[in-house]
């Protein structure tokens, strides 16, 4: 999903007359087929293919991108080869040297790979798994109300990140070097055989001292940085916007490179400036892949506002703990013991069990809970009698396109609606006409 503050192209926000359903358009980078303003059946199936559907109520539905998974099963990742390289380089040489003569064992591989992996594997696991967490809170989801027929879509408020004085990339690489220097100072005295226990206990003894200044300083910098940041950085909001207003296409464009064209296919909903209509205040796209599948895609948004959570497919199950448990117990089924067994490691690899817990945390706590207020006051239920009606004209032209589909006419081949309607009635009038000139 595209950033919300990000605007297409002018011709793709415009809300003139000639920007409606049906259009289609031709840009610099490709052509676009319009489905809104006013969202008009289109005939197709809805089915959620790229699962943009991640929340779904009887009273909103939330569209939000990503695989969530992904980026779990791959931080998890490290604790694994964490585990494995000291089992295996760990344990395993010590193991294969051997008790001494007294019958002591060599802790020093085991030792070497725990304080490694606790300089490197956990780091950068850490790392991995934070950044996962930053990546849901900044890709917030687009809130659809069915019961007040309204289209909360979010946006960055304009400002420039803010950067934390005397912090770059060369700067986390040198502090990472030396504290990482510092911690391996504490433990280089154990390896020396020869030393004294006074001389040994003198350099931990510094080496502590040194690693505490080196935390307290460079905690206390980041502490007060990331408060300064928080404060300056755009601040999330939400649009609300009338659901028969919202523009809406599926846009296939070309993209060439050096020995290389690829097609893309994107479908995109966006709220038009009220003071500039050939741009977009807030928007969110999806690469759809095709153009049926954009309306497939897009008839599972349409049909929930229009008929309800019922004709709109349920947010795919992928990604839950409960989906992962029923596929490992089909799998045993279905598998032979050693395609199991293969399976199962592969799993423990990738801690799929943990990376599941972790997900379904993500998609049912994190990422509600930077959501502002104002946004969950507006999702609250309303009483029946206050839900919002689809006009009459919406109505009435969903009416005349479901017949029109019953006869085997395709949306993507009809135009623009206000045409179809014109060429439609004025056909009708003639075929009046005739009949009354030939009695």
Not at 272 to 299: F, M, R
Request: proline share 6%; net charge neutral; charged share 25%.
């Amino acid at each position: 999903m595209t950033k919300a503050n990000e605007s297409p192209s002018p011709t793709q926000t415009s809300p003139e007359p000639d920007w409606e359903a049906g259009v289609r358009r031709t840009t610099q980078e490709g052509r676009l087929l319009a489905l809104g303003p006013a969202p008009v059946a289109t005939g197709e199936r809805a089915a959620d293919v790229n699962a943009w559907i991640r929340r779904k109520t009887e009273g909103w539905l939330d569209l939000q991108n990503g695989n969530l998974l992904f980026g779990a099963e791959f931080s998890l990742m490290f604790l694994s080869l964490s585990l494995l390289s000291i089992g295996f380089l760990g344990f395993g040489l010590m193991f294969a040297v051997g008790p001494d003569h007294l019958g002591n064992w060599d802790w020093e591989s085991p030792l070497i790979m725990l304080v490694g992996n606790l300089l490197i594997s956990l780091p950068w696991g850490l790392y991995m798994h934070f950044l996962g967490n930053k990546a849901v809170k900044e890709t917030p989801p687009v809130r659809l109300n069915r019961q007040r027929r309204e289209v909360a879509m979010p946006r960055w408020t304009e400002g420039k990140e803010y950067k934390l004085p005397f912090w770059n990339e060369s700067a986390e690489g040198w502090a990472y070097v030396t504290v990482v220097f510092t911690i391996v100072a504490v433990f280089a005295p154990f390896m020396l055989e020869d030393a004294t226990e006074e001389y040994r206990n003198t350099i931990i003894m510094w080496a502590l001292v040194v690693l505490a200044i080196e935390l307290s300083v460079i905690g206390t910098y980041l502490f007060i940085a990331l408060r300064l940041k928080k404060k300056h950085d755009p601040k999330l909001v939400y649009e609300i916007y009338p659901w028969e207003k919202l523009v809406a296409y599926i846009e296939t464009r070309q993209d060439i490179g050096p020995g290389l064209m690829a097609t893309h296919t994107v479908l995109t909903m966006a709220i038009p400036k009220p003071d500039d209509p050939e741009s977009a205040l807030a928007a969110a796209s999806i690469n759809v892949g095709h153009e049926t599948a954009g309306l497939a895609q897009w008839e599972c948004i349409r049909q929930f506002m229009e008929n309800g959570p019922e004709a709109c497919p349920d947010p795919k199950e992928d990604e839950t703990l409960a989906h992962y448990k029923a596929k490992c117990h089909q799998a045993r089924k279905e598998m032979s013991l050693l395609h199991w067994l293969v399976k199962k490691l592969g799993d423990w690899f990738f801690q799929r069990y943990l990376a599941h817990i972790i997900t379904e945390r993500r998609i049912k706590t994190l990422a509600l809970k930077s959501l502002p207020e104002e946004l969950k006051a507006w999702s609250a239920p309303l009483p029946k009698e206050q839900w919002a009606k689809p006009s009459e004209a919406l109505q009435g032209l969903n009416q005349q396109l479901t017949r029109a589909y019953e006869r085997g006419l395709k949306f993507t081949q009809m135009g623009p609606v206000s045409g179809w309607q014109a060429g439609r009635e004025e056909k009708q009038q003639q075929k009046r006409g005739r009949g009354r000139f030939r009695a």
